[in-house]
């Protein structure tokens, strides 16, 4: 599912959230955090998974942390799940399997970072594709929801592995890539799991918050 967290220009609504959380780390990572949109973010993508991983059943949300990073819920290992967030859009995954997932605003951020990011044969896919912008960012999610699936995080180069379309790092890796139509602006999601995996992309709202 996917949150668009400018609804927490409300501050009632920021205040519940505040108050809800349930992971003091987060919010204080938010409380350290400049820019009031970093907070949004920061904090809905949390109550969003807060709510997700509920309605999947968990009843303890307690976190641990892999070696580089990536939370996942100590007392509920066969419940999984991922964050990201971009724009003014937060989204969470959660699965019965490692998952990871990337949502990413539609943009070209140059030839310098797609060198640092793409293997050669994919900065030649790169270079030759209409929409240069949206192209880019079909391999940026791809790349980073992979590296979110394993955890490896930034211990992990980007252009140590190829996602061109119809390539995948390992045969069991799937990718499902899902456009988002009502933003302000054209964004990406791109979900990636070990095994397939059907994917059913939401939008959230407050409103379904109990």
Request: with cysteine; hydrophobic share 40%.
């Amino acid at each position: 599912s996917y949150f668009d967290v400018s609804e927490l220009d409300d501050p009632a609504l920021m205040a519940r959230v505040i108050a809800e959380l349930p992971w003091p780390e987060r919010l204080a990572r938010a409380g350290r955090l400049r820019f009031a949109t970093d907070r949004r973010l920061c904090l809905g993508a949390g109550w969003l998974a807060a709510h997700m991983l509920g309605d999947a059943g968990a009843s303890d949300l307690t976190l641990g942390y892999g070696a580089h990073g990536k939370p996942y819920l100590v007392n509920h290992p066969s419940i999984h799940f991922n964050l990201s967030h971009s724009g003014t859009l937060a989204a969470c995954a959660v699965a019965d399997m490692p998952v990871g997932i990337d949502v990413e605003t539609v943009r070209d951020h140059g030839e310098a970072v797609a060198r640092y990011c793409c293997q050669p044969k994919e900065l030649d896919w790169l270079r030759q594709a209409p929409d240069r912008a949206w192209s880019f960012t079909r391999l940026w999610v791809r790349k980073e929801s992979y590296i979110k699936l394993t955890g490896d995080g930034l211990s992990r180069e980007p252009r140590s592995f190829s996602v061109l379309p119809g390539e995948t790092p390992k045969d069991d890796t799937f990718f499902i890539e899902l456009p988002i139509s009502d933003a302000l602006i054209d964004t990406l999601i791109c979900v990636c799991t070990h095994g397939r995996s059907e994917v059913r992309l939401t939008r959230w709202s407050s409103r379904e918050a109990r």
